[in-house]
């Protein structure tokens, strides 16, 4: 059985950008080493070089845009993000949606350099759809739940099995799920429900002691 996934996204929060950034990054590879979790973050572009720099766990950016190098100034790319240390990239997160063909260019992109791909859907039968596009993982995060403190494992768990049905059973892509995850048992609860990681981003991120938040909730 593989280690459970967990990935802090960073979003754009003051507590978890620039050199607070850096901050969370390194506690993050302290309590992955400390507990042998596997423990990954998504980190905004900027914030790549300088984590992935001091750290050794995975760090993934929070996003790439789908274009080739050249003349398109202000994208980030998938050859940027990489060059930076980035091991990954998460994408289509409810906060930076994308179209269809843009996504699959993205994921297409993405996987020709290696770079490992999860690509988030709201809701069990959009998950369907994406594992079409077959990226390395699927994150499913109920909007509505993002942010506040009740998760989609207590609030939604039908979200969670029909995804397992939809990405794993169907497509054999592995499945994370997120939104409102703030407890141990959030995280335990998805699990058993047939989860293979979870994504969580405020309960880490605006912890007030975030060394101890993502102890507490590790299974
Ligand atoms: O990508 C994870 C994120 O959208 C979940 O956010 O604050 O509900 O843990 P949060």
Known sequence: MHKPIIII?????PSSTGINAVRLAKICE???FETGE????????????????????????????????????????????KAAGAAGTLLNHSEHR??????EES?????????VTVVCADTPSRAEEIANMK????????????????SVSKAEPEIITRSVELVKHK????????????????????????ADGVLIASGIDKAEDPEQALRDLLP
């Open 135 to 150: 990226p390395d993982f699927i994150a499913v995060e109920p909007p509505e739940l993002i942010g506040g403190d009740i």
């Open 30 to 32: 302290k309590v992955a």
């Open 107 to 115: 994921i297409r992109r993405a996987s020709k350099l290696s770079l």
């Open 38 to 81: 596997d423990i990954r973050v998504a980190v905004a572009a900027p914030d790549i070089h300088p984590i992935s720099w001091v750290v050794s766990i995975p760090v993934y950016a929070e996003h790439v845009d789908p274009y080739p190098p050249g003349r398109h100034t202000g994208s980030v790319l998938p050859e940027t993000v």
């Open 171 to 194: 497509h054999n892509i592995s499945l994370l799920v997120g939104a409102g995850i703030k407890s141990r048992e959030d995280v335990v609860k998805a699990l058993e429900l047939g």
């Open 9 to 13: 996204n960073f979003k754009t929060y």
């Open 98 to 103: 994308l179209g269809n063909k843009e996504l």
